[in-house]
């Protein structure tokens, strides 16, 4: 079960959900890499789910950077503004 994260834990924000996709676009304020667990939480959200694959500008990658927009696809629906922490 996912557990409660401090503000100060966010690693990055979703600024866009692709429904049709299942893809989530997340702004990253920490590294992230293939295989690192996430916590989405938002108003609605609750998700954990593990990093299975990911893009930056179309491109596969394993891992990404302060800064990146990422892609990623995700097991359920997700919200613009929901909070992205890495789970332990």
Do not use: F, N
Not at 38 to 47: A, E, F, R
Not at 58 to 70: C, I
């Amino acid at each position: 079960m996912a557990h409660e994260h401090p503000e100060s834990e966010t690693i990055g924000r979703v600024t866009h959900y692709y429904s049709h996709l299942s893809v989530a676009a997340i702004s990253l304020d920490a590294p992230l890499r293939i295989g690192d667990r996430l916590h989405i939480k938002g108003h609605t959200t609750d998700l954990v789910q593990a990093v299975d694959s990911m893009e930056v500008d179309h491109k596969p990658v394993e891992r990404a950077s302060p800064g990146d927009d990422v892609a990623m696809r995700v097991a359920d629906h997700v919200r613009e503004h929901d909070r992205i922490y890495l789970e332990e």
